[in-house]
């Protein structure tokens, strides 16, 4: 998929790179909590050079034991909720700033990129993506989208908007 002159890979690489100098910049670090990206978004800042010295890690909690196990979701709030819910987010945001305590900025992202396979259940529509994202030690912010195309064109367009979030942030506060 190309956009103007540019492909998607190539807008993606983009803004991980102006998200690093800015995190840079600001000599913050950062720390992801990942589950419909399965770990696009860290490895999409780690394609860029010198990404190791603003990226601390990145959880892939991908189905809900992860969740709980890894990032301490309450299973009730999965349960009343479903993973795929600005609820949910939030305990992830929370959950990766406790495990990366030097983190001076997280992100949390979840939602649905497809039409459920097999017998895994899920709680919104297909393109509904959810982040939580800000500063642990301040306020955390919440976005949510309704996104169309195929599974990796949400993917995409999740990912571009994780990164343009995160930038707005860093260029507001």
């Known amino acids: 998929m ?46 860029i050079a010198g990404a190791s010295s603003v990226l601390l890690g990145s959880a892939v909690c991908y189905n809900k034991e992860s969740k709980v196990r890894l990032l301490g979701v309450p299973e009730e709030l999965l349960i009343d909720n479903g993973a795929e819910s600005a609820e949910v987010t939030r305990a992830m945001a929370e959950g990766i700033s406790r495990l990366f305590p030097d983190a001076g900025i997280v992100l949390a992202i979840t939602g649905s990129a497809s039409q459920p396979v097999n017998d895994y259940k899920i709680s919104s529509l297909p393109g509904k993506v959810f982040i939580c994202f800000g500063f642990p030690e301040q306020e955390l912010f919440h976005r949510e989208w309704n996104l169309n195309g195929n599974r990796e064109e949400i993917l995409n367009q999740a990912i571009l908007l994780a990164f343009e979030s995160l930038v707005e942030l860093l260029e507001s506060s």
Request: a positive charge; proline letters at 0%; glycine letters at 10%.
């Open 2 to 47: 190309n956009i103007g002159n540019k492909t998607v890979d190539e807008i993606i690489r983009i803004s991980a790179a102006e998200l690093l100098e800015k995190l840079k910049t600001r000599g913050l670090k950062i720390a992801f909590a990942e589950s419909m990206t399965g770990g696009l978004l860290s490895g999409s800042l780690t394609r």
